[in-house]
């Protein structure tokens, strides 16, 4: 039995964020989506760390939604912090921004993104875009289990 996998979407614009998630839900990707709104916020969700009491990590996203302009920390600063973790450093990230600029194309996949996705203007074509985006990172993309990713070392 397969088990629902969970989205980080970091997002910081109210409007993108209520149109990211209703696109999700038009296009049945009923994942459960924490939203973080700050650059800030999304790194202190992913590095949570066991609590005192011996429990094991919080569960990590199975795929991060990363908007390159935020406020406190930027995108590509949190996406820098994502591959320089062991814990995160091969969960997928796929940068949702409105921004064309190449060089935030350059930097994005410089820094490790796995995809860079412009936000389409037209509710339609951004739905569709996030439906293709979830099917294939949420469904067809396989990605390494959680104990795989603790038994390999670090080089």
Same mark, same amino acid.
């Given at each position: 039995?397969?088990t $629902?996998?969970m989205i980080?979407?970091?997002e @910081?614009?109210p409007? @993108?964020?209520?149109?990211? +998630? !209703?696109?999700? !839900?038009?296009s049945?990707?009923?994942?459960e989506? /924490?939203?973080?709104r700050?650059?800030?916020?999304?790194?202190?969700?992913?590095h949570?760390? *066991?609590? #005192? @009491?011996s429990? *094991?990590? %919080? %569960?990590l996203?199975?795929?991060?939604?990363?908007d390159?302009?935020?406020p406190?920390v930027?995108?590509?600063?949190?996406?820098?912090?994502?591959? &320089?973790?062991a !814990?995160?450093?091969?969960? *997928?990230?796929?940068?949702?921004?409105?921004?064309?600029?190449? $060089?935030?194309?350059? $930097?994005a996949?410089?820094?490790?993104?796995?995809?860079?996705?412009?936000? %389409? /203007?037209?509710?339609?074509?951004f &739905?569709? #875009?996030?439906?293709?985006?979830g099917?294939?990172w949420? /469904?067809l993309?396989?990605t390494p289990?959680?104990?795989? +990713? $603790?038994?390999? *070392?670090?080089?």
């Open positions: 039995m397969m $629902k996998r980080l979407l970091v @910081d614009n409007d @993108d964020e209520e149109l990211t +998630l !209703r696109a999700l !839900r038009t049945n990707v009923l994942n989506v /924490v939203v973080a700050d650059g800030a916020q999304a790194l202190e969700y992913l949570r760390h *066991p609590s #005192a @009491d429990d *094991p990590a %919080p %569960p996203p199975d795929l991060v939604l990363l390159l302009k935020l406190k930027d995108g590509l600063q949190v996406l820098e912090a994502i591959r &320089a973790d !814990r995160t450093r091969l969960l *997928p990230v796929v940068i949702l921004t409105s921004s064309d600029e190449e $060089k935030d194309r350059l $930097k996949y410089l820094n490790g993104a796995n995809s860079y996705v412009r936000k %389409p /203007v037209d509710f339609d074509q &739905a569709e #875009a996030v439906r293709l985006l099917l294939y949420l /469904v993309n396989v289990s959680r104990s795989e +990713l $603790k038994a390999t *070392p670090v080089t």
